[in-house]
């Protein structure tokens, strides 16, 4: 199974992925800031990144747009998690590299799903 990061400042966000992470036997770790989640994707490497967009400092595009453009975490997908479902946001995301864009509240066959398109 895969490796995941989520990068969410949600504390109960990001128990609700880990829980359906782990029930599919995923590892997961997790960030509460854009900047911790890139720090993180460097020297964990993990198999694919849940970016949230809504967060202090770093947002997700900005935190997406690094890692994918980034010389040791280009290669790792990241998918996009966020309560932002405009059109608009969809387009911006996909512009900054991410491999998949989900909107809040997610159900766990589509994040599985998506997890599974991107790393296999």
């Known amino acids: 199974?895969?490796?995941?990061?989520?990068?969410?400042?949600s504390p109960t966000e990001t128990h609700k992925l880990t829980t359906m992470l782990s029930k599919g036997g995923h590892s997961v770790l997790s960030a509460e800031?854009?900047?911790?989640?890139i720090e993180m994707a460097r020297q964990e490497q993990p198999d694919v990144v849940l970016m949230d967009i809504v967060m202090p400092g770093l947002n997700g595009f900005q935190a997406t747009r690094q890692?994918?453009?980034g010389e040791e975490t280009?290669?790792?997908?990241?998918?996009?998690?966020t309560t932002k479902d405009q059109q608009t946001d969809r387009v911006w995301g996909a512009r900054?590299?991410?491999?998949?864009?989900?909107?809040?509240?997610?159900?766990?066959?589509?994040?599985?799903?998506?997890?599974?398109?991107?790393v296999a």
């Open 96 to 118: 900054q590299g991410a491999s998949a864009y989900l909107a809040k509240p997610v159900n766990e066959k589509s994040l599985i799903q998506a997890i599974n398109d991107v």
């Open 1 to 9: 199974m895969a490796k995941v990061l989520i990068v969410d400042d």
């Open 67 to 69: 890692l994918t453009r």
């Open 74 to 81: 280009s290669h790792i997908p990241v998918i996009i998690v």
């Open 33 to 37: 800031s854009g900047e911790l989640g």
